[in-house]
């Protein structure tokens, strides 16, 4: 799989544009990986008994960008996408009717949402919503923890998109 995109972080940067290039290197990954794929493919739940699909890591991670960034940090008063209390795992659950077009507008739109809400605060700046296990997050913390939960499910995403069609790479 080629880099396609995605460019590597600055390797002599300041702290805020490393963190903003990994993360952005991250979620350019995740979405090489499920580049040339049918809605089918990427809906493909590729290593039983997982029901894990390319798609829900997508759904998935719209929800992430979402809740940390906008929720958590800007203190907005959103809705979480596709889960919910009652349905944890509703992120990544599709169906037949679960197209990339929309799943990709929403993760799209989340993470152009997410870039704002970082170019509008410094790193140490604390967040102005729900506090993450009663303790109030900077920015820095958000931006980390972003960018190990994408490196974690891209490793997912490597494997399935494997399993798909055979294709592996960065």
């Not at 958000?142 to 994408?150: G, R």
Request: glycine share 10%; net charge negative; proline share 4%.
């Amino acid at each position: 799989m080629t880099t396609g995109d995605r460019s590597e972080p600055a390797t002599a940067a300041g702290e805020r544009q490393t963190l903003e290039g990994f993360l952005d290197y991250h979620r350019a990954t995740l979405r090489a990986k499920c580049a040339d794929l049918s809605d089918a493919q990427l809906r493909t739940a590729s290593v039983p008994p997982s029901t894990l699909t390319l798609m829900g890591l997508v759904r998935h991670l719209a929800g992430v960008e979402r809740w940390w960034f906008r929720i958590v940090t800007a203190g907005e008063d959103l809705p979480t996408l596709y889960y919910s209390a009652e349905d944890p795992d509703g992120d990544f659950r599709t169906t037949a009717g679960t197209t990339w077009g929309a799943t990709l507008a929403d993760w799209e739109a989340e993470v152009a949402a997410a870039r704002a809400v970082t170019a509008a605060r410094g790193l140490e700046q604390l967040g102005d919503g729900r506090p993450h296990r009663g303790t109030a997050v900077s920015l820095r913390w958000v931006l980390t923890h972003m960018i190990e939960e994408y490196a974690r499910h891209n490793g997912h995403a490597d494997l399935l998109r494997e399993a798909i069609d055979g294709r592996t790479g960065e």
